[in-house]
Nanobody
Framework: VQLVESGGGSVQAGGSLRLSCVTS????????VGWARQAPGKQREVISC????????LYVDSVKGRFTISSDKAKNTVYLQMNILRPEDTGLYYC??????????????????WGQGTQVTVSS
């Protein structure tokens, strides 16, 4: 299993970024894939997830309405479109995955595959 993130960068508050996670080594239809982030001095948290078999999604309240997770199974890629970014969105963003046919969750311990991370910095 390999997860490779890209698309991070530095933006001003109110701006947008799109993160990409190219997956390989597994059948995307049998996995839930999500995005986690780790802000400075804080624990990692899973902020969004997509069950690629049927497109069901889940978001934490802090990003709901601003972030959108999607997948392109033909490209084995999962995206996170981030709009109206805030300084508190700053952190290292990880693509995460777990083999399951169940519902998405935001419990970090349930995701056993993690990418290397991509940095997002939002300035005020």
């Amino acid at each position: 299993v390999q997860l490779v993130e890209s698309g991070g960068g530095s933006v001003q508050a109110g701006g947008s970024l799109r993160l990409s996670c190219v997956t390989s080594g597994f059948n995307l239809n049998r996995y839930n894939v999500g995005w986690a982030r780790q802000a400075p001095g804080k624990q990692r948290e899973v902020i969004s997830c997509i069950r690629t078999s049927d497109g069901d999604t889940l978001y934490v309240d802090s990003v709901k309405g601003r972030f959108t997770i999607s997948s392109d199974k033909a490209k084995n890629t999962v995206y996170l479109q981030m709009n109206i970014l805030r300084p508190e969105d700053t952190g290292l963003y990880y693509c995460v995955a777990t083999r399951t046919l169940g519902l998405c969750t935001t419990w970090a311990y349930e995701y056993n595959e993690w990418g290397q991370g991509t940095q997002v910095t939002v300035s005020s």
